[in-house]
């Protein structure tokens, strides 16, 4: 069985993926982790949400260790 | 310290080591814009008006709604009905008769909205859309006001800090870094929709209102740079950091394109609702179908041809509920308040009715129709 490791998912996005925190299996960079969750969850494609690796929000592809916690935050609109 | 009994009031924060009366002084002459006197705008406006925050601004264009009170608890079941800047104000200028209260009781638009900004020294986010949020972003920047933004979600919150001038030199990341593009209408739920936990806004507001308090002291670290989310259901708070200069692509360079941004549509699906004169038209001889005029009441061309109601663009929301037929058709001058019209009432009544906008407005319509009479 391959290495499995956990993303954080934040907001409405949990109703896409069925919970908040969901277990894939290992990936090497983010550009990798959104084609897994993309085939998994093809409803994610048409969200607007960022992608932070160690509470960091990224921009680019960035390389993701297996110590890597990695988060998907959405917009929110209430007040 | 003015008197003994305003040092009386602020006692307890002020002989907090690092606040001290300059502290205090500095948020006695301060002035804070809270956007929306809703979830987040309640705690905001409590908090910063018992800190003795020296003038205070409150715009929103809604009444209170029982709906509204299971989490805006600045409200009680007397003031439903009434308008929320004017309830605010009138219970927090009990709880501190010293901070000026300034009502707004409108809609923020790109038109009014960079004369206010410039009355305040800080603005804060406390609104539940996502148009309202780009158009305040933008014009703090033009405006180089700094801003406090929060935002809800059913048990989930987040709260940073945007746009601090730092030493004079560039200002620190704003909305636009973290989200540049609006999310279409209906691809991000609302509170109405989605719902929201009454407590939520509450504790998310403390943080905003604490945030705003830090940043007019210069006490602690504000939120800059960083994204602080919170959730109710775990507990589990983090703060995220960002990088800067993500903004640039959609953001107005000056306040002419500010002028000429379209906040409420551009998350609107425009071809969902627009019909062209011919298909105008055509639905005149429909069964069931409303015409609504949603132009101010003194606004010409008249429109005599065909039967219609006017209700202006600004009472529609209140008057909503009465409408009961089948198909709505919207007008206005030009198209552009017919669409924003369409828009809110896809959102009140859902798949419930078919509704449309004319576009090019009246003026156009009335132009094709007097060159086929001649």
Redesign the interface.
Known sequence: MNKQMNIMVFGQLEDITGAAIISIDQVTDTEQLLNVLFIRFPQLKEKKMLIAVDQKIIYENTVINNQSTVALLPPFSGG | MKNKSSYERYQRQIILKGFGEAAQNALLQAKVLVI?A????CPVLQYLTAAGIGCIGIVDDDVVSLSNLHRQVLFDTTDIGKPKVSAAAAKLSLMNPDTELREYQIRLTNSNCLDIFNEYDVVV??????SS?YMINDACVLKNKPFVY?????F???VAVFNVSKDGKQNSGNYRD??P?Q?EQG?????AE?G?LGVL?GIIGNIQASEVIKLITGTGDPLINQ?F?Y?T??NRS??????QN?SASKMPLNEQEFHEMMYDLECVNNQQFEMDSEHFDAMLIQKNTLFIDVRELHELPAVTEFENVKIPLSELKQQMNALKEEQIVFFCQSGVRSLKAASMAAEHFGLGKRIYSLQGGIVSWKKIHEKQMS
């Open positions: 929306g809703g979830g987040l705008g986010d406390c609104t539940d859309n996502f949020r929060a935002a809800v979600s059913m989930e919150g987040q973290l989200f593009v999310p691809e991000v739920l609302n509170c989605a929201v806004p994204l989310t959730n259901n775990d983090f703060i995220f950091t960002y990088n993500q």
